[in-house]
């Protein structure tokens, strides 16, 4: 059992390693923003597929840790792209 679940994580892994080609080539923000999402979902599962099969301590804190950067990553690009609201954004400053 621990051999395929590691062998799961190699193939999460380069699914992740697809996503990396992708931010640096991606056509708009947009596109390297949900690359980048897939790759912090690809490593949330790599890393509880491998704290599973090693039985290593520690290592699934540091998926959820990785999970709530993704999450923040995500909500500060929305905050990011969307318009400015008030009396100056219609002039433009």
Same mark, same amino acid.
């Given at each position: 059992?621990?051999?395929?679940?590691l062998a799961? %994580?190699?193939? *999460?892994l380069?699914?992740?390693a697809?996503? =990396?080609?992708? @931010?640096?080539?991606g056509p !708009?923000?947009?596109?390297?923003?949900?690359? %980048?999402?897939l *790759?912090?979902?690809?490593?949330?599962?790599? =890393?509880l597929? @491998?704290a599973a099969a090693? !039985?290593?301590?520690?290592?699934d804190?540091? %998926?959820?840790?990785?999970?709530?950067?993704?999450?923040?990553?995500?909500?500060?690009f929305?905050n990011?792209a969307?318009?400015?609201e008030g009396?100056?954004a %219609?002039?433009?400053q």
């Amino acid at each position: 059992m621990t051999d395929f679940l590691l062998a799961t %994580a190699g193939v *999460i892994l380069f699914t992740v390693a697809v996503g =990396l080609v992708r @931010i640096l080539s991606g056509p !708009g923000d947009a596109d390297r923003m949900m690359a %980048a999402q897939l *790759i912090g979902t690809g490593g949330i599962g790599a =890393l509880l597929l @491998i704290a599973a099969a090693t !039985g290593a301590r520690g290592v699934d804190d540091v %998926a959820l840790g990785l999970a709530l950067l993704a999450a923040f990553a995500s909500a500060a690009f929305v905050n990011s792209a969307a318009p400015a609201e008030g009396p100056d954004a %219609a002039d433009g400053q």
